[in-house]
Antibody, heavy 114, light 108 residues
Framework: EVQLVESGGGLVQPGGSLRLACVASGFTFSDYWMSWVRQAPGKGLEWVANIKGDGSDKNFADSVKGRFTISRDNAKNSLFLQMNNLRADDTALYYC???????WGQGTLVTVSS | QVVVTQEPSLTVSPGGTVTLTCGSSTGAVTNALYPYWFQQKPGQAPTTLIYDTTNKHSWTPARFSGSLLGGKAALTLSGAQPEDEAEYYCLLYGGRRVFGGGTKLTVL
């Protein structure tokens, strides 16, 4: 059974940083593209970034390019999102997503506020 | 930046049929964009109903089906149930991924 468990969310001040993690199980993690998707309160889904199975290719939404980085540790079946220079409009529930076939985690909440 | 369009809201009667669509600002949606469809109920994480245009998960009710229709991706619900009331999102793959704005489906 595919499972994705996110962690690392919390309250951070504008301009601050946060690192999200997602631990995967139930599939061969290194074989698959993985994404981060976010949802601001009361809003729709927004794709944030993704990374190829071997980490050799990455893509970012324009809204986060230059501020967020995505990485993975295949030995630990883990996906990461490093978020720097956070803004109020980054406040959202952040989901980890296995791209192929679309398996979702339950999300971790990031709140950017002073 | 690609814009993916969905109907903001639709209403279907219980037992009725409704089709939700997903269009792209860059032209026709094809299988090469691997359309996905997700269902999200209030307070819950999204779940994937359809992937790669037509493929279903084991948990996808048989009344849902995916297709291409008139240059768009389509999600058809045949025999709507009250529990199908939810927000539905499509996603297109093209290097970057892009979600549609979502369709709020009311079963009434």
């Amino acid at each position: 059974e595919v499972q994705l468990v996110e962690s690392g969310g919390g309250l951070v001040q504008p301009g601050g940083s946060l690192r999200l993690a997602c631990v995967a199980s139930g599939f061969t993690f290194s074989d698959y593209w993985m994404s981060w998707v976010r949802q601001a309160p009361g809003k729709g889904l927004e794709w944030v970034a993704n990374i190829k199975g071997d980490g050799s290719d990455k893509n970012f939404a324009d809204s986060v390019k230059g501020r967020f980085t995505i990485s993975r540790d295949n030995a630990k079946n883990s996906l990461f999102l490093q978020m720097n220079n956070l803004r109020a409009d980054d406040t959202a529930l952040y989901y980890c997503l296995k791209d192929f076939q679309g398996y979702w985690g339950q999300g971790t909440l990031v709140t950017v506020s002073s | 930046q690609v814009v993916v369009t969905q109907e903001p809201s639709l209403t279907v009667s219980p037992g009725g049929t409704v089709t939700l669509t997903c269009g792209s600002s860059t032209g026709a949606v094809t299988n090469a964009l691997y359309p996905y469809w997700f269902q999200q109920k209030p307070g819950q994480a999204p779940t994937t109903l359809i992937y790669d245009t037509t493929n279903k998960h084991s948990w996808t009710p048989a009344r849902f089906s995916g297709s291409l229709l008139g240059g768009k991706a389509a999600l058809t619900l045949s025999g709507a149930q009250p529990e199908d009331e939810a927000e539905y999102y499509c996603l297109l793959y093209g290097g970057r991924r892009v979600f549609g704005g979502g369709t709020k489906l009311t079963v009434l």
